[in-house]
């Protein structure tokens, strides 16, 4: 016997060791699932046999008929799930149950609720399947050959507790893993035949291997001779079936098989093309965002089918990046057997599968705004701020993808995002040409953004944005039905035709009546300000800040900064209300000191309104309580 041939035990990697306590001593609901699972692994491997066996046939050792069994034993009380799919040679056993390192496992344990029933469902989202078998045995073990080694490189992967598992070299005849699960006293039911078919007809009838298993000895008498195999799922490939052939529930199962998320899925669009281009699509919009939607680095896309056999998953060549949530199946039958990735990079037709693909997904979420807002409330306050960054990444749809976004306005003054453009549009006043609309850090510094006090006085909606993409977003925007978008923060306000001649008059004759008091600011303040003037925003506060017209936005201002990036130095412009006590009070001041403090109160004052930090927060505190002890003297 060699060394590797001998027996080793190995200790678990701490996350795993942490992950098979919980399947263990804490997953009580739902415990069916863990055949789902193993069934779906061995679909993968098989999937990533053909797929191989596609530059080399040798790997079928003459067993092309690819399929799953599962077997079971009363008396012994195991369950045995077997398949010759691509199998695992010693290391990849030892990397892929053992030590696995994998970027989920972490983030599933951080994820764990505590919650019994929430916990199980992230399960598979987290990638962590095998270890599923834990829920219902005690004691696991897997006999693996890679296709193509020799029978004498099987391996023996035993496991019985959450520390450590031993791994030997062992004769595997066929190719491919069998998995056998041996039982926990409370989970016995399920070395049944009736109960393992009724398992597998729920959740892996879509698996487009067949699932085989003995018939059931129907009486006493043919005990004798050995049953029949039977197939227990319907084992062809879900998308190949017409619409009208697959329930909805099949859809739904389908999808937790390819998405490995738990959770029903919103809506689902299934599509033959045929013509210039001949394609078969499944997409899916889940309920509920991935923990690492955000993470750049992390798998997306849809899986790859050609001609009905597995290429590859995550094709991410099919969608554009701010669908990403998308998920489901491609199968063409245009491409080649051998495409790779660098090869759908540059082929043409890809291009245009992308943009009728996009197309299907967008057409269904109008479709779902419109016909089942619920569901469409759902879909934004999941992948809401990811459909944001559709504008700015795909111009050509820029409008349609405008129509789907969903905004807080002051028609509410509710945080709920829930207000499309097109609603907008229809309350617009006479007269408005204008989107209007305030970007600040969070919601309540934009509803309460004195900015808005002018337009709220003349009952005009404004948009309050406070997502961290908005100002980006709005940055791409422009315009929606040849409406401008108008930062309310940025520039003159001009309310064009919502403006009367006689505001317009008086705001020119509050100009030049205060013209002095602007003046007196502007020397006090000329150091922190690029301008004065009298303000046509304000209503109830005294001041505010206004962006420049070209200048970046103080949202976009603050991320940047705080992301510790060097953003262009600009001052703001100062606008004063002269209908305000303060103001007024300002204008009287004659003690030159005690004006330079009050102008800078109040330039401190405005910016603290906007969710800004000062620069100098002591100096503000310490003027202005120089100004209430005066106040109570
Ligand atoms: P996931 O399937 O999400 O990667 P799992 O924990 O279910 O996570 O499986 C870990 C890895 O073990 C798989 O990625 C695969 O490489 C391997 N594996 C599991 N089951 C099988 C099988 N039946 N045949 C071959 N490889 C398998």
Not at 1 to 19: I, S
Not at 23 to 48: G, Q, W
Not at 113 to 140: E, H, M, T
């Amino acid at each position: 016997m060699t060394v590797e041939a001998q027996k080793e035990t190995r200790g678990f990697q701490t996350e795993a060791k942490q992950l098979l306590h919980l399947m263990i001593h804490s997953l009580y609901s739902n415990r069916e699932i863990f055949l789902r699972e193993l069934v779906s692994n061995a679909s993968d491997a098989a999937d990533k046999l053909r797929f191989q066996a596609l530059s080399d046939s040798g790997l079928y050792e003459d067993d092309s008929e690819l399929a799953i069994r599962i077997d079971f034993d009363k008396e012994a009380k195991t369950v045995t799930i077997s398949d010759n799919g691509i199998g695992m040679n010693r290391d990849e056993v030892v990397e892929h149950l053992g030590t696995i390192a994998k970027s989920g496992t972490a983030q599933f344990l951080d994820n764990l609720s505590g919650d019994d029933k929430k916990d199980s469902q992230l399960i598979g989202q987290f990638g962590v399947g095998f270890y599923s078998a834990f829920i219902v045995a005690d004691r696991v073990e897997v006999f693996s050959r890679r296709a193509g080694d020799a029978a004498s490189e099987g391996v023996h992967w035993e496991c019985t507790g959450e520390a450590e598992f031993t791994v030997e070299s062992v004769e595997k005849a066929d190719r491919g893993t069998s998995i056998v699960l041996h039982l926990k006293s409370d989970a016995e039911e399920f070395a049944d035949g009736w109960r393992l078919r009724s398992v597998i007809k729920k959740y892996s009838d879509h698996i487009s291997l067949p699932v085989i298993m003995k018939k059931e000895a129907a009486g006493e008498e043919e005990e004798k001779s050995e049953p029949e195999d039977e197939t227990i799922n319907s084992a062809t490939a879900l998308w190949t079936r017409s619409r009208s052939d697959v329930s909805e529930d099949e859809y739904k199962e389908f999808y937790k098989h390819v998405s490995h998320d738990f959770e029903d899925p919103l809506k689902w669009s299934h599509n033959r093309v045929e013509g210039k281009l001949d394609y078969t699509s499944l997409l899916y919009i889940p309920a509920k965002a991935p923990f690492d939607l955000y993470n750049r680095d992390a798998s997306r896309g849809l899986k790859l089918y050609v001609q009905r056999t597995f290429i590859m998953d995550d094709a991410e060549q099919f969608l554009p990046m701010y669908l990403r949530f998308i998920k489901g199946v491609v199968d063409s039958n245009d491409l080649s057997l051998n495409v790779s990735r660098e090869i759908l990079q540059k082929d043409p037709n890809i291009d245009a599968m992308r943009a009728a693909l996009t197309k299907r997904v967008l057409d269904m979420l109008s479709k779902m705004a419109k016909n089942s807002p619920e569901d469409y409330a759902k879909f934004w306050e999941a992948f809401g701020e990811v459909l944001k960054e559709g504008p700015a990444e795909d111009f050509a749809n820029r409008e349609k993808v405008a129509s789907l976004l969903r905004f807080s306005s002051t028609h509410t003054d509710k945080s709920d995002q829930n207000q499309s453009l097109d609603e907008y549009i229809e309350r617009m006043k006479d007269g408005q040409d204008k989107i209007y609309y305030v970007a600040a850090e969070n919601f309540n510094t934009a509803k309460n953004s004195p900015h808005l006090e002018a337009l709220r006085k003349k009952d005009i909606e404004v948009l309050l944005l406070s997502d961290r993409v908005d100002e980006w977003l709005m940055g791409h925007l422009v315009d929606y039905k040849e409406k401008q978008f108008q930062d309310v923060g940025k520039g003159q306000l001009d309310l064009g035709e919502l403006d009367t001649d006689e505001d317009k008059k008086a705001q020119e004759e509050s100009a030049k009546q205060h013209e002095d008091l602007v003046k007196r600011v502007q020397d006090v303040l000329e150091a922190r300000v690029d301008n004065v003037r009298v303000t046509n925003r304000l209503t109830e506060s005294p001041a505010c800040l206004v962006v420049g017209e070209q200048d970046m936005g103080a949202q976009m201002r603050r991320i940047l900064e705080q992301a510790g990036q060097a953003v262009p130095e600009s001052k703001p412009v100062f606008e004063v209300n002269p209908e305000h006590p303060l103001v007024v009070k300002l204008d009287q001041e004659a003690d030159e000191d005690r004006f330079a403090d009050l102008a800078n109160i109040l330039f401190d004052q405005a910016h603290l309104a906007e969710g800004g930090s000062l620069d100098d927060p002591a100096a503000y505190v310490a003027k202005l309580n120089k100004l209430l002890l005066e106040l109570s003297n």
